[in-house]
């Protein structure tokens, strides 16, 4: 009997998030209400890099820790660092490249995509609202994000913990559409690069793409790193970035899919009984004008 496809990761397409696998098994994607089951094979293994549109396996196929948040290992990570435009090491990519500004609900950051990606790569991060400033060229885009977080103190990363204590109780969309909008006229100030081109400025709300509620969500408990055979099932109530929220029997569970990658996964029936580990999450402290 052959072994199920191990998980790649969580990506976004048109809006929905898919699970992608190391093999050539079509990608599964996964809607608001979903029902779903998966069981863990054996062991967690390295998937390899992406090169030129296809992976290229570990070739060791290197054991991985069930704690670590996404499918490589330290030899694969450096080689993939190589050649990638998030680590900053391939600058002569002749795309189009796109600046944003993403809220995540209590930190603001500032980034770039390709811009044939359109929405996907906030969609991914997680973003609670967001808005384009410019595109052009990879390089001028590089020298606006450092404008900004040089002159405005904007960041160019938020912690996953961070995004996910934010929305437990998120600013509203118009609060953060307005910080966005006051924070993109600051761009008058700024010595403008050659090879951007300011855009007309949109603020999206992406939380009803996400089913995350106004008033945020508080799930009880979080999946643990896998052990062999565990099993994951619930309704997905809500799917952010990486992040499903599972409503179980046990409560709401936060279920973070770079836990997931390198693992081989059988789709069970839905309903399985939920057997994976997880660990309560404390209840959020709220500020004090929030209890009256």
Not at 105 to 119: E, L, N, P, Q, Y
Not at 211 to 231: K, M, N, Q, S, W
Request: net charge neutral; charged share 20%; glycine share 8%.
């Amino acid at each position: 009997m052959s072994e199920p496809p191990r998980v790649a990761g969580l990506v976004w397409n048109d809006g929905l998030p898919q699970l992608e696998w190391s093999a050539t098994t079509p990608r599964t994607p996964l809607r608001l209400g979903d029902e779903i089951a998966f069981g863990a094979g054996q062991d967690r293994q390295c998937l390899g890099i992406w090169r030129n549109g296809k992976r290229l396996g570990c070739p060791t196929r290197t054991p991985l820790a069930a704690a670590a948040h996404g499918p490589l290992c330290p030899e694969c990570q450096t080689m993939d660092r190589s050649n990638s435009i998030a680590a900053d090491t391939r600058l002569d990519d002749p795309r189009e490249f796109a600046v944003y500004l993403a809220h995540h609900g209590s930190r603001v950051k500032i980034g770039i995509t390709a811009a044939d990606r359109g929405s996907a790569r906030l969609l991914e991060q997680g973003a609670l609202s967001s808005a384009f400033l410019s595109g052009g060229t990879l390089a001028a885009a590089r020298r606006v994000e450092r404008l900004f977080t040089s002159a405005f103190g904007v960041t160019d990363r938020v912690t996953s913990p961070t995004k996910r204590t934010a929305r437990l109780s998120p600013p509203t969309a118009a609060e953060r559409a307005t910080e966005l909008r006051d924070l993109a006229k600051n761009v008058s100030t700024l010595d403008w690069p050659d090879g951007q081109t300011l855009r007309e400025l949109e603020v999206v709300d992406h939380t009803p793409t996400y089913g995350l509620p106004a008033d945020g969500i508080r799930p009880a408990h979080a999946l643990a790193p896998l052990t062999p055979y565990g099993v994951i099932s619930g309704r997905i109530t809500c799917q952010i970035a990486r992040d499903l929220y599972l409503d179980t029997p046990h409560g709401l569970v936060l279920a973070d899919t770079q836990l997931l990658s390198g693992w081989p996964l059988n789709l069970l029936v839905p309903g399985a009984p939920f057997t994976a580990t997880t660990e309560p999450i404390a209840a959020p402290v709220l500020p004090q004008d929030a209890l009256f």
